[in-house]
């Protein structure tokens, strides 16, 4: 399985740059998590992708991040990670994406019941990780 992954990857950046993948498909997660954080989370999320071994810090690995929280996905702590609040380690290492990904905004609603806009982008991307907790 571990040497599909890279296949798989490679197959989903060129759907995304297809001509026409613009719009709501490029923001699918999947699609943004292939195109921005892979390299260093790797494409199963078990922060292993090529450039890990290069960083200071390991990439953290995004299967684990509902066991850590009590079983519960931290949906708001990833959107704001991604957004560039600094990164438990405040290194620096994770980058900023708040001016990378599309700025289109959409509500979403957190588990207490309150309303906020969110970078679409950013929610995809959460919903994606959330796809991949173990
Ligand atoms: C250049 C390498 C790199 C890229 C690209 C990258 N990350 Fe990270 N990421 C890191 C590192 C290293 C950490 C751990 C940093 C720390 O803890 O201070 C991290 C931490 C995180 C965390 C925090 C997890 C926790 O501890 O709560 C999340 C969530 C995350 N990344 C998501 C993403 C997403 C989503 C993308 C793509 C939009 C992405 N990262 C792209 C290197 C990267």
Redesign the pocket.
Known sequence: MARIYPILSALLLAACQLPGAGGDSARSGAM??AR??A???GTGLRGD?P??SE?P????D?TR?SA?NGGVF?TE??IT??HGY??????G???E?VRD?PPEQTVWTSPDGTSHEVPAAMLA??RH?ALWQR
């Open positions: 943004l998590y921005h954080c390299q260093c989370h992708g450039l890990a960083l810090v390991r990439p953290t995004l991040l850590g931290p702590d990833v990670v991604i600094p990164g438990r380690h405040q290194l290492l994770m980058p994406f990904l991307l959460a990780i």
